[in-house]
């Protein structure tokens, strides 16, 4: 199956603070989606993005499917964005969701 | 619209027992999807189902679970005799069942074995 890698595993940074977050997978996908996972378990859904660029407020993510990576970009962090970051992409063949191993952020006041 | 419904939120059980979780997908979605996450780990997917169709059920164990998504109401992932290593976020997610679709998540049932 797909193989989704996801780096760093973890990130601490200042409020304040700009980061980026990087996903690579090992084989053609119809489509990629970012989450963030809040310290309360929940799962919110950031980007569905299987190729190109999205932009909403303080994050955007870039997808470049011919080189198989994605990056998501969070810009003047704020405590509220700690949490972990997962990406999962869809393989051509199916419709499940294959989750890399997440990045965990905390950004400290 | 109302996103999709998870409930229990919080279950525990004790070994040997059964658990029971539901989902009510999006208004208007008809792709059901079950996931898992155990402590520290990342979602894993477990089976896909459609109305009255299970699409995809390589993710899920051989023994002891099953899932359904009857043509009347929410889609149940049932786990009989519970063990341990059950204990695991559970997550289900719909979408409209388009060619490019976005699956959206519920909140999840944290089943706890006792």
């Known amino acids: 199956g797909i193989q989704v890698e996801q780096s760093p595993p973890d990130l601490i940074l200042q409020e304040g603070a700009n980061s980026t977050l990087r996903c690579n997978f090992s084989d053609s996908v119809n489509n990629l989606q970012w989450f963030h996972q809040n310290p309360w378990g929940q799962l919110i859904n950031l980007f569905y993005?299987?190729?190109g660029t999205k932009q909403n407020g303080r994050l955007s993510a870039t997808t470049v499917a011919t080189e198989r990576y994605s990056l998501l970009y969070i810009s003047s962090s704020q405590t509220t964005d700690s949490g972990v970051y997962f990406c999962a992409v869809e393989e051509t063949s199916g419709s499940r969701l294959t989750f890399g191993e997440g990045t965990q952020l905390t950004v400290n006041p | 619209n109302a996103g999709v419904m998870q409930n229990p939120r919080h279950l525990v059980r004790r070994r040997g027992q059964e658990a029971r979780l539901r989902c009510s997908p999006m208004k208007g979605h008809s792709h059901v999807y079950w996931y898992r996450q155990l402590p520290e780990e990342g979602l894993k997917f477990m089976v896909y189902?459609?109305?009255?169709?299970?699409?995809?059920e390589s993710g899920m164990p051989k023994e002891r679970f099953s899932a359904e998504f009857p043509k009347e109401g929410p889609s149940i992932l049932r786990i009989q005799q519970v063990v341990r290593g059950d204990s695991a976020a559970y997550f289900c997610?719909?979408?409209?069942?388009?060619?490019?679709?976005?699956?959206?998540f519920g909140p999840g049932t944290r089943l706890t074995v006792l």
């Open positions: 189902l459609q109305k009255e169709n299970i699409i995809d």
């Open positions: 993005i299987p190729s």
């Open positions: 997610a719909s979408s409209p069942g388009l060619q490019t679709d976005t699956q959206y």
